[in-house]
């Protein structure tokens, strides 16, 4: 599929915007109604034949492999954020968590277009605050989703929005470690993988035993789906949503597998390696072999963050601006910090600060001083614990 330009996009984006509410009356509440009463034969239990399934199920139009987005809104938040891939060929289905408290620079054409929607929409973007950016939901989702189809270079099928009631009943959250090469951030020059500790949403056993009870009935799964559809949000349609039918009957709830995104958090902030996760989707995406086995998680090791006090610190200015390596110093010793030395950094300019620490856990408690700097485990000088090397963004800090 060729890549659509941006600004096609934002064209059919707002079209879908303009024609929402239209089709949604029109075309998605009729043929609501015509499926809720296939489905349902007007009675409290489904009683529809297999044949009148299988001829809604012929008739959807749906993706072969669908990439839905789903929000969990929680009142003016997104408080989570799922990439659902179902794949209609190997009934496979796949769950990528994206952290919500990712920040991202919009692109300056799409910012460009986005900035006639809200002149106050911030280039530098919280994925979690997407709401708070635009007027109303539908368009917070709606260019939600072209943002992240950015971020992740991927084309969404649609999106799905549960409450947190519904999220609560159907997930949980785990520890995993994603290990990834980086693709495009700092560390691209490097040959080596990271690891990096994401907490991921996973389905919960109550929700796992729910597919399972509806896997092979199709009766079942078309009040399944009904059922969900009267409690989300969407831009598919439950009819569209019906084609899924046959992928659920053959799903294997225990198969279900659940990823992070390759990236790297700075305290509580998280950059996506946006080259690594296009990497990481396509290949989910263009998997061809069904999943046999359960997923297995190692288990992850509890880092605690330990005090940088009295660790020995040296502080270079790798910005070429003038006073910040003294700044630092001054900020650092009256906090209580033991800065031994400061000086220039020539190896290159960087704009984002960088702490290196000889030991993991050490270094968090300076995040607070500097303007959205990595912690990073690494080689430092002899004779410190600590170096700070400080980049172009900490000039105003």
Known sequence: ????????????????????????????????????????????????????????????????????????????????????????????????????????????????????????????????????????????????????????????????????????????????????????????????????????????????????????NQNKIAEFIKDQYERVDSNLTVYNKIGYVESYEKMDPDLIHYWGIPGKYSDKIFAVDTKASKSFINNLVNNTTAYTQAQVFNKVAKTSTKSSKGKSIIVLNGSQIGGLATAAKTTLTNAGYKVKKIGDYTAATLTQTKIIVREDGVGKDLVKYFSNPVVETGTVDTGYDIKIIIGTADANN
């Open 1 to 216: 599929m060729k890549k659509k330009s941006i600004a096609k996009v934002f064209i059919l984006s707002l079209l879908k915007s303009i024609l929402g509410i239209a089709i949604i009356i029109a075309v998605g509440f009729a043929s609501y109604k015509i499926s809720y009463m296939v489905l349902s034969n007007n009675s409290e239990n489904v009683g529809t034949s297999s044949n009148e399934i299988k001829d809604i199920v012929e008739k959807a139009q749906t993706d072969e492999i669908s990439k839905n987005l789903i929000y969990v809104s929680n009142d003016n938040k997104i408080s989570h954020l799922m990439l659902e891939i179902c794949n209609t060929k190997t009934n496979n289905m796949d769950y990528i968590t994206i952290p919500v408290g990712t920040d991202y620079t919009i692109p300056t054409e799409m910012y460009q277009k986005l900035s006639t929607v809200n002149q106050e929409i911030p280039q530098i973007i919280r994925i979690g605050r997407l709401k708070q950016y635009f007027q109303n939901d539908e368009d917070a989702y709606g260019y939600g989703e072209l943002i992240i189809e950015k971020i992740l270079g991927v084309k969404i099928s649609y999106y799905t929005v549960l409450d947190q009631e519904t999220y609560l009943n159907h997930y949980s959250r785990r520890n995993i470690e994603v290990k990834f090469k980086p693709l495009s951030l700092a560390e691209s020059s490097s040959e080596k993988s990271v690891t990096v500790t994401e907490k991921i949403n996973v389905a919960s056993r109550s929700y796992v035993n729910q597919l399972k009870d509806i896997k092979g």
